[in-house]
T-cell receptor, first 118, second 109 residues
């Protein structure tokens, strides 16, 4: 499978615990995005990377959230001291590559990690 | 801040009829407008997109229109089929993508 992959697919944790999610983008894509989606809502932007550089973070992203993309390939999203309000689907998407038309902008999503905080 | 408004939130059409979903955006720097289809429990799937230098784009039964002056863009699905039932999201992007709140489309047999 050459698409975007995410692990784990499901995570149940107790309030106050730390969790870490991983995203492996499409190999030739240089941009990687993290989103959060709650039931009935559209994906909400969290942060994005171009290669290993984190270019933008949402103001909604509290200090408990941190993301890394150390070698410009896979990325991790960590949530510290989880709260019940963090329960959501966390989606990763990637885009970019060598295209010089609209295909450069096309974002392809992974299957998501569903987080439940009890 | 950047915002994308999407209407309607729910839409029910007879099979074979057309469906239209409309969006507006606030960031005048937006230059890329994708549309995603999301079925229950699945990831969003890109179905069509349009760049700001184009006013209209068509792909089989799906078409998108863009009015940059008015900051409006729309999705048109013709000859709707049961498999078109899903949630559709519009989005606008200058760098990051901002999504609308979604339209739940139901196709009545």
């Amino acid at each position: 499978d050459t698409g975007v992959s995410q692990n784990p697919r499901h995570k149940i944790t107790k309030r106050g615990q730390n969790v870490t999610f991983r995203c492996d983008p499409i190999s030739e894509h240089n941009r990687l995005y993290w989103y959060r989606q709650t039931l009935g809502q559209g994906p909400e932007f969290l942060t994005y990377f171009q290669n290993e550089a984190q270019l933008e973070k949402s103001r909604l992203l509290s200090d408990r959230f941190s993301a890394e993309r150390p070698k410009g390939s896979f990325s991790t999203l960590e949530i510290q001291r989880t709260e019940q309000g963090d329960s959501a689907m966390y989606l990763c998407a990637s885009s970019g590559g060598l295209f010089r038309d609209s295909r450069e902008y096309e974002q392809y999503f992974g299957p998501g990690t569903r987080l439940t905080v009890t | 801040g950047e915002n994308v408004e999407q209407h309607p939130s729910t839409l029910s059409v007879q099979e074979g009829d057309s469906a239209v979903i409309k969006c507006t955006y606030s960031d005048s720097a937006s230059n890329y407008f994708p549309w995603y289809k999301q079925e229950l429990g699945k990831r969003p799937q890109l179905i069509i997109d349009i760049r700001s230098n184009v006013g209209e784009k068509k792909d089989q039964r799906i078409a998108v229109t863009l009015n940059k002056t008015a900051k409006h863009f729309s999705l048109h699905i013709t000859e709707t089929q049961p498999e078109d039932s899903a949630v559709y999201f519009c989005a606008a992007s200058a760098s990051k993508i901002i999504f609308g709140s979604g339209t739940r489309l139901s196709i009545r047999p």
